[in-house]
């Protein structure tokens, strides 16, 4: 059965493939894309594992949630500056070339097949990076001890680190390898690169880093970079949105060739370095706005919100008022019908009124709080709750009332109490057989 076809790449992604390849320097393509497969096309991390995959050990470089790096395919040129050693002059000169020619030949020849040789024998150890930050220190330290402390301001972190914080702060990164066995690194470093020129340039242009290829994180580096001699330095810096080295600086250089160099390449990419900013000033300052609509529409919301909440909470202040009135008129319903009732039973439950030829009727006539007046007879032995049964059973009367004589005044007991569970009868309440009582309305009280 045939092999799947690969997925056609999107042009984002060969941006970054061919982006990767020129940062890594990998020749296989295949690679690449495998490579940045794996790191679902995250380029910085692509480049950091890529860093430490002879090494086994995760990556000490954390890129931050950004936006990933883009490579520009419309322009891939690098500016190549590469000081050749001078040539031999003279008769005497050309003999000894010519003669130490075979010998240099042998020499460089058997000198390559014994490190390929050792290479499959034991692995070259610059090939396990296990602390990248230390390398960089220790290197720094040990230039220090040669070399003094007047020299530019070195990165003191990995080189991963410095090509992070170079595009977050749109600076330009000068990578230097430190070649420690090649015949013009100590006339570099003592005659160039720490002298006061170069230094103040360097420290107030841009971020330096160097590290020793002898070092595992320097010779990573150095596969990336595949410098052909030293000393070797690189430009570095964001162009159309993308970390490239736009600058490569190859042989033994004078101060003030360098700074020439540095400064052509910095003027021919400084446009591209000013797009970044202009393009990254308008992003922060779309990013101000959308906060400050966001936060303006947040406002609005919470004032809406809260305009909502107040009428929530009048509504059900309505609703409950009109549930308490609606409460109130059904328990006072309630009462009238239960007052209603009691009252039906209190006349159902009235003894006869005796006739008026009775020997022991009374004839009182009651006068209620409507000036109304209702007349009936009653018998001397029957209780005063008889006549309060009687006045509680009209309409007309009060719910709450109670008996009065006129002269003397005073409260008939109807009710009981605890001082008298029996009310008296008519008879011991000293009544005759003919009263006008008054009614008097307690309600109120």
């Known amino acids: 059965m045939a092999a799947p076809e690969e997925q056609e790449l999107s042009q984002a992604q060969t941006?970054?493939?061919?982006?990767?390849?020129?940062?890594?320097?990998?020749?296989?393509?295949?690679?690449?894309?495998?490579?940045?497969?794996?790191?679902?096309w995250n380029i910085e991390a692509a480049v950091q594992d890529r860093l430490n995959e002879q090494e086994g050990v995760p990556s000490v470089f954390n890129p931050p949630p950004s936006r990933p790096l883009q490579v520009n395919t419309a322009d891939h040129r690098v500016y190549s500056y590469i000081v050749s050693r001078p040539q031999p002059r003279g008769l005497i000169g050309w003999s000894y070339y010519l003669i130490m020619l075979p010998f240099r030949f042998t020499y460089y020849t058997l000198l390559d097949i014994f490190r390929f040789a050792l290479r499959w024998v034991r692995p070259d150890p610059r090939g396990r990076v296990t602390d990248p930050v230390g390398d960089v220190v220790s290197f720094i330290h040990s230039f220090e001890?040669?070399?003094?402390?007047?020299?530019?301001?070195?990165?003191?972190?990995?080189?991963?680190?410095?090509?992070?914080?170079?595009?977050?702060?749109?600076?330009?990164?000068?990578?230097?390898?430190?070649?420690e066995d090649h015949q013009d690194t100590d006339q570099f470093c003592r005659t160039t690169l720490c002298t006061e020129e170069v230094v103040t340039f360097l420290n107030t242009r841009m971020l330096f880093w160097a590290c020793s290829t002898s070092r595992p994180e320097g010779y990573r580096v150095s596969q990336a970079l595949r410098e052909n001699t030293y000393p070797f330095l690189a430009m570095i810096m964001l162009k159309d949105r993308k970390m490239t080295v736009v600058g490569r600086l190859e042989g033994l250089i004078l101060p003030e060739d360098l700074i020439n160099q540095l400064n052509f390449i910095m003027e021919a990419n400084q446009s591209y370095l000013m797009s970044e900013r202009r393009e990254r000033e308008e992003r922060n300052q779309t990013q101000v706005l959308r906060a400050q609509q966001d936060e303006a529409y947040l406002e609005s919301l919470r004032a809406d919100q809260e305009k909502d909440r107040r009428k929530r909470e009048e509504l059900e202040k309505v609703r409950a008022e009109e549930e308490k009135v609606r409460q109130t008129v059904l328990a006072e319903e309630r009462r009238r019908r239960t007052l209603e009732e009691e009252k039906e039973r209190k006349s159902e439950c009235l003894p006869p009124e005796p006739s008026a030829d009775h020997p022991d009727s009374v004839k009182i006539v009651f006068k209620l709080p409507n000036d109304t007046r209702v007349e009936r007879r009653f018998l001397f032995e029957q209780s005063l709750t008889v006549i309060y049964d009687f006045l509680f059973s009209l309409k007309e009367t009060p719910e709450k009332f109670q008996i009065v004589t006129n002269f003397p005044r005073r409260v008939l007991p109807c009710l009981p109490t605890a001082d008298q569970p029996n009310p008296p009868s008519l008879k011991e309440a000293g009544l005759s057989r003919s009263e006008v009582l008054f009614v008097q309305d307690l309600t109120d009280d």
């Not at 970054?16 to 679902?40: A, Y």
Request: with cysteine.
């Open 145 to 179: 001890e040669k070399y003094g402390r007047s020299h530019p301001v070195f990165y003191q972190g990995t080189y991963s680190q410095a090509l992070n914080d170079a595009k977050r702060e749109l600076r330009y990164l000068l990578v230097y390898l430190h070649g």
């Open 15 to 40: 941006e970054k493939l061919l982006q990767f390849q020129d940062l890594t320097g990998l020749e296989s393509m295949e690679q690449c894309r495998r490579t940045l497969q794996q790191h679902n």
